[in-house]
């Protein structure tokens, strides 16, 4: 018998590109190629309408296929139709995908990208703050079926990502905040960030945000280099986000707000069970405090922690929480002491 192994190259190279109008200056020179079943761009309906005639200008007579906003619609009825038009554009295996758009995009983008012909390449331009730090980076994709969260997806890296901070001057400043929610996040898992951060003198102010996008991109990347299907190093980017998701079902904050407060809420639970850095808690604190320009306490109903996809031990929560400037730990605690305790806090905390 002979035995044969495949190793899987697991990171395709993804070239990722920062720069004020990179859009249209990386993006028009490949407009001849994407013609003719060369590509197509997909977008969504409030991009579509803010960006056609940037979209006409650099990318006219490139196929167009646009999506109604927002995340109800990031569904596997999105995929199949947005698949379909890519078969009615004639795409080839050597075709590509132009995701444009936020993280919802991206990620709908990406997956039927990675599916169509069993993987054609996709070029994100991410349009929002949070996917440009965020989602574009690590060449995770998904849809949420049947009522649950990215269940379907997969793993396929961008051939090429083109953030461009010309896109924040639409964005809303709640959408701005949830990219800030990202950005503290990596703050609190990257020391040079985090003094950024701290010292800024106003967190949403556009050019600031421009600023930080490649630290913020080079700092995920990094991480997604050491551990592309999140079999370790990757869980620190969850930080926050346990007690985040609980939040985010039972209140009406953005995503980007609810990582606010678990970045708060578990770095005070972190301090009374790990040897944590005393002075980095209290400036992560008031730099989740700014960022939420003082939010009110959000309700706390957190059984959905226990749903998280890491929690598959009954009864268990896991959690990766901030310890010092740069570090984190994994704790793990019963859910009965795990509400108990940000009872407690919330309570400290009022
Ligand atoms: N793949 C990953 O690693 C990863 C990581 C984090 C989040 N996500 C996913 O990302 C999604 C959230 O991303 P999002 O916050 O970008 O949401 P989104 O894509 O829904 O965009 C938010 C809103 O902003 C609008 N918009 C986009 N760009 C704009 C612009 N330049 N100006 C004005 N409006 C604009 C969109 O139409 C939408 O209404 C979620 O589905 C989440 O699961 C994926």
Redesign the pocket.
Known sequence: MKTFRITEREARESVIVCRKNAFASELAPLREKLLGGGGIIFT?S??FA?YKKQIEKYLGGVPVFVMP???EH?NEETLFHLLNAMREADLRRNSCLVAL???????VGGLASGLYMRGISCIQVP??L??QV??SV?G???VDFGGV??LIGAFHQPARVIADPS??K???RR?LR?GLGEIVKHGALSAPLFEKLVSATDLLDLSFLGGIVPENVAFKASVVRKDPREKGLRRCLNLGHTTGHAIELCSNLS?GECVLWGLLFESKLAARHLRTDREFGEKLAALCFRALEGGKMPPLELESALLDKKNTASGEVTLAVPVAAGAFEILQLPFAQYQAEIMKIAEELC
């Open positions: 969504d409030n991009v803010l906003a927002g995340e990031k758009g936020g993280g919802v995009v991206g990620d349009t929002t949070l996917a965020d989602s690590g995770k994709t998904a969260k990215n896109f924040f639409t964005l809303p959408e949830c995503h």
